[in-house]
């Protein structure tokens, strides 16, 4: 398995562990009105096209 794959695998298994994970983030969106959910999408969104993103500069 290549470094790259591997450090995406930690990064993903991350976002999914303990608290304030993705999923549980998710999970919480998903009780907000529309409007509300569209914002917080959005800002997951951003968060992680930036981490990403910069993990390409880090190597």
Not at 27 to 32: K, L
Request: aromatic share 2%.
């Amino acid at each position: 398995m290549s470094s790259d794959l591997e450090h995406a695998q930690r990064d993903v298994g991350d976002l999914l562990a303990g608290d304030g994970g993705l999923v549980s983030r998710l999970t919480v969106i998903e009780e907000q009105p529309l409007a509300t959910r569209a914002a917080a999408y959005q800002q997951i969104h951003t968060e992680l096209r930036e981490r990403l993103e910069s993990g390409d500069i880090n190597r």
